[in-house]
């Protein structure tokens, strides 16, 4: 991937996995608009990267993920610069479902407003036993605005993201598990690692077929279910078609591991 300038996030990539890390570590990784547009930049370039495989999102040190939208810069909006500076979180968010290869949020501690909708628009949610969630944009007389409204009612259901958004209270890490907003707690020292591993085993599956599954799910999460099966079936067609089915099948019988090429 070509060099981009980041100065409010780090991105890394080894072994088929992108890590792009939130680095504003004094306001606690708080997304500004010159964040976001960096995010943006970030996943174009992952989009065209053909060598990954998966991308983590975490945050820069041991106290926030993202502690939300930055409240300093919103504070100078207007009505129409905040109708831009929602639709950058929007796209942020859109951007991360849309891409191809499966994300995961390593959720390092706070992970509040905007800093929740970054990790609900990630595939898979681990959490550290330090993280903290919340969606606290009333406590300032807002709302959610990059889209958590809506993917936390899909994610919980609407009455408990009722109590989370009418309250703006904030939830322990095994609490975000149990309400389905976190797949696993880690203890806190372990998390990136656990992260990294879960990513490598999804990086060393059939690229194709992992990309095929995730546009299934999302889409078919829309849609009927006679009409998410029909996607199915047409993408488990298609998948005949690559020559990673081939060689998946043909390692099977060979009894040897499968070098997928992601075509
Ligand atoms: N923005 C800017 N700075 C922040 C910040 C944030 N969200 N969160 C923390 N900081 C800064 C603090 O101001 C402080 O800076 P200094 O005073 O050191 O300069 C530094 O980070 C450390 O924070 P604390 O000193 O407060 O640390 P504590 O451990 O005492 O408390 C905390 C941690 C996370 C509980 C606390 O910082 C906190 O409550 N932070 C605010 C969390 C929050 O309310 N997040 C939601 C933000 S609102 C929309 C678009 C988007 C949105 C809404 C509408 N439209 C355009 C319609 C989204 C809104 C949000 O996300």
Redesign the pocket.
Known sequence: MAPIDLENLTYEAADGVGTVTVARE???N???EKTLRELLAVLDAVRLDRDLRALIVTGKGD??FV????????ST?GPLR??R??DL?HRVCAGLEELELPTIAAVNG?A????L?LAMACDLVYASDRA?F????V??G?????G?TQRLARRVGPMRAKEMIFS?A?YGAEQARAMGLALEVVPHGELQAFCREKARLIASRGPVAVARSKRAIQVGADESLASGCELERESFGLLFGTADAAEGMRAFLEKRAPAFKGS
């Open positions: 004094k306001a606690l708080a997304l500004d106290k926030a502690a939300g939208a930055d409240i300093a810069a919103m909006l905040a109708r500076f929602a979180g706070f509040l407003g905007g800093g909708e903290r919340g969606q606290p944009e406590n300032l807002l709302m959610p605005g990059f958590g703006g904030m």
